[in-house]
C-alpha cells in the first residue's frame, strides 16, 4: 500500500510540475510577443515609410531630406537587427547548449567596433573611451563580448537624456579584464537594481524603446565567460 501511494503521490506531482512548468512556458511567451509585437512593429513600419516616401518622389527630393529618410532606414533596421540578435541570443541561453569559442582577442578593437556599429545613436551624447596603456590581449568569445558591449552601451542610450555623457573604460589586473560602461544620467531607483538583470525588466517610468531582454542575455553571456557583472549607480 505504502508504495502504490509512493507512487501515485510522485505521479501528481509531476503532473503539477508538468503544468506549472507549461504555465511558466505560456507565460514567458505572451510576455515576449507582447513586448516584441511594439518594439518589431515600429522600426519596419519607419523602414516602410522612408523607402514608400523616397520610391514616391522619384528623383525629384532634396539632398537633406533624402539623407534624413536614409538615416531613418539605417537606424530602423539596427534597432531590428539587434531585436533579432536578443531573440536569437535568449533562444541559446535557454536551450542549455550554449557554448562559448574563445580566443586571443584586442579588446581595443572590440570596443571601437561596437561604438562604430552604434555611431548614429552615440551621435546624441558626448563619448569618452578610456583604455588602459599596455593592455594585453584577453582570451574571450569576440562576437559574444560584442553584443555584450552593444547592449550595455545601447541601454545607456535608451535611458540617459541626450546630451550627457557616457564613458567606456577598460582596465585590467593581474587575472582579469575590467570594463566599465558608466552614464551621468539619472541613475536606476534603488529598490529596483536587484531585478536589472532580470528577464523583460523595464525600469519604473522608463521610455519605451526596448524589450527587456537586453541586460538578461549580457548577464547570461558575461557568467558564460566565468566573469561577473554587477550595476551600481554613480554618486
Avoid at 505504502?2 to 503539477?16: D, S
Avoid at 572590440?110 to 558626448?126: A, G, N, Q, S, W
Avoid at 587575472?175 to 532580470?198: C, M
Amino acid at each position: 500500500i505504502n508504495g502504490v501511494l509512493t507512487f501515485k503521490i510522485r505521479q501528481i506531482q509531476r503532473k503539477v510540475r508538468d503544468r506549472e512548468d507549461k504555465e511558466r512556458e505560456v507565460k514567458f511567451y505572451n510576455t515576449l510577443f507582447n513586448s516584441l509585437s511594439h518594439e518589431l512593429r515600429t522600426p519596419i513600419t519607419t523602414i516602410i515609410a522612408a523607402t514608400d516616401n523616397l520610391a514616391l518622389e522619384n528623383g525629384k527630393i532634396n539632398k537633406v531630406t533624402q539623407h534624413e529618410l536614409l538615416q531613418e532606414i539605417s537606424t530602423a533596421a539596427l534597432r531590428l537587427n539587434q531585436h533579432v540578435e536578443n531573440l536569437l541570443s535568449m533562444s541559446r541561453l535557454e536551450s542549455g547548449v550554449f557554448k562559448i569559442k574563445k580566443d586571443w582577442c584586442d579588446v581595443n578593437e572590440l570596443i571601437y567596433k561596437v561604438v562604430h556599429h552604434l555611431e548614429l545613436y552615440l551621435i546624441k551624447f558626448r563619448t569618452t573611451i578610456e583604455i588602459a596603456e599596455n593592455l594585453p590581449l584577453f582570451k574571450l568569445d569576440f562576437g559574444i563580448m560584442e553584443q555584450v558591449l552593444y547592449n550595455l552601451i545601447f541601454n545607456a542610450v535608451i535611458h540617459t537624456p541626450e546630451n550627457t555623457t557616457i564613458t567606456i573604460q577598460v582596465n585590467f589586473t593581474s587575472k582579469s579584464l575590467v570594463i566599465t560602461v558608466a552614464d551621468n544620467g539619472r541613475g536606476f531607483p534603488s529598490e529596483e537594481l536587484a531585478n536589472v538583470f532580470s528577464k523583460f525588466y523595464q525600469p519604473t517610468g522608463a521610455k519605451a524603446g526596448g524589450t527587456g531582454l537586453g541586460l538578461s542575455i549580457v548577464k547570461g553571456f558575461v557568467e558564460a565567460h566565468n566573469g561577473t557583472i554587477k550595476l551600481e549607480n554613480l554618486p
